[in-house]
């Protein structure tokens, strides 16, 4: 079973501590202790692969977001029935942990967005349910507004008719963060121009913000619970056994499915998550998302919370001879996690104070993307995604 992903940022494990050595050069990579699995050379069995991967990466950060949305939910109801002054303030904070162990868990994934996860365009089995969840980059602090002042989120349709900018994580963060009395709207907004905000007041405005926060948390978990039930009770099969009954015709073709949702680390991760309007910006939890999303990678990487209980890419390509480039991309994710965990956070601080801090993660991160997006894709015979095959940096 994978380690738990919690609210604060994960420990480095001993690990790190071999990179450690090796980048100080008093270790080589041929002290790591062999694989346990015997998958390799020309036996390496693909669905073992993707068996370790379902059941000991995928299945585990379902479980865990589903915890996560639940503790969730009744801290926002705490929050929402909590008497004014420093009962709700105090509330408030409580929610606002909560959601940050609902984000840690939600980053994990984000590197997973296949399946049911995925889009229905560009993934086999994909029903849409990420942007449900959380939507980012697409948000808007000033609908979230209007919908305060209207009341829209207590209707029971309010999901259906309204786009994704208005509920899931990054509505919920911006009402449980964001305590200004002022909206994110125009001047010649009618909210504005009418003087309906305005007319709400402090205290009526927490009201609200607290009643819509429950709103939004409760269909949060009513998703998350229905995207792990459908991997449960069908999807893991199908990524599992590929052929007749499942989505993948082949190993291959659920392997590439895999390998599109890992390109979230260069896509996003790389390209959007360092540089203004970060994530997250209201709770700063920009930084600690990253350090999720490296940690997933790994996890995905190995086939499970260490290379010597998965079976995973690393092996795939111990089993094709590609013993270097197994070990390169292995010491690229580890040296990333070590940069990431070493960072003081918030980011937004260190990019107007130590702008070099951030280069050197995004650095990193690139190390890990250019050897999945040539070195990797061609050993594996994999398809790149459209997306990173028209990204040059």
């Given amino acids: 079973m994978s380690a738990p992903l919690n609210a604060s940022r994960p420990t480095r494990s001993a690990w790190i501590g071999v990179a450690g050595a090796l980048v100080a050069g008093s270790l080589s990579w041929t002290c790591r202790p062999p694989a346990t699995n015997d998958q390799t050379g020309a036996n390496f069995d693909h669905s073992a692969l993707l068996r370790s991967i379902v059941e000991q990466v995928i299945l585990p950060a379902h479980t865990r977001a589903e915890l996560c949305a639940t503790d969730l939910v009744s801290a926002v109801r705490l929050y929402r029935l909590a008497n004014d002054g420093e009962p709700r303030k105090s509330a408030r904070k409580v929610a606002q942990n909560a959601w940050r162990q609902m984000m840690w868990a939600w980053q994990a994934e984000e590197m997973l967005q296949l399946g049911p996860a995925g889009s229905e365009a560009t993934m086999l089995g994909g029903e849409g349910l990420r942007d449900e969840i959380y939507s980012w980059p697409t948000t808007n602090g000033c609908r979230i507004d209007q919908e305060i002042v209207k009341q829209g989120y207590e209707n029971d349709d309010f999901t259906e008719v309204n786009l994704i900018n208005v509920y ?82 082949t190993d291959h073709d659920a392997l590439n499915d895999l390998f599109s949702a890992v390109f979230y680390l260069d896509l996003q991760t790389k390209d959007k998550k360092m540089t203004a309007p970060l994530e997250s910006p209201w709770a700063e939890h920009s930084g600690e998302n990253i350090c999720a ?72 991160i690139k190390t890990i993307t250019d050897l999945l997006k040539t070195s990797v894709v061609l050993a594996l015979s994999l398809d790149l995604p459209s997306d990173g095959a028209g990204d040059a940096d």
């Fill in 168 to 249: 899931g994580m990054d509505a919920l963060e911006y009402l449980l963060f964001n305590e200004s009395p002022e909206n994110s709207c125009a001047e010649t907004i009618p909210i504005n121009t009418e003087d309906s905000w305005d007319a709400l007041g402090v205290i009526a405005l927490e009201e609200r913000r607290a009643n819509y926060a429950l709103q939004v948390s409760e269909q949060l978990q009513r998703t998350v619970r229905a995207l792990h039930s459908t991997w449960v009770e069908s999807f893991a099969d199908q990524l599992m056994h590929t052929g007749d009954g499942s989505v993948y015709p």
């Fill in 293 to 364: 999303n490296l940690l997933t990678m790994q996890h995905i990487y190995w086939g499970g919370p260490s290379a010597e209980e998965g079976i995973g890419l690393d092996d795939s390509l111990n089993g094709i001879g590609e013993h270097d480039l197994a070990l390169e991309v292995d010491q690229a994710i580890v040296i990333a996690r070590e940069t990431c965990d070493d960072m003081s956070f918030p980011l937004v601080e260190r990019l107007s104070d130590a702008p070099s801090q951030v280069k050197d993660l995004h650095d990193d």
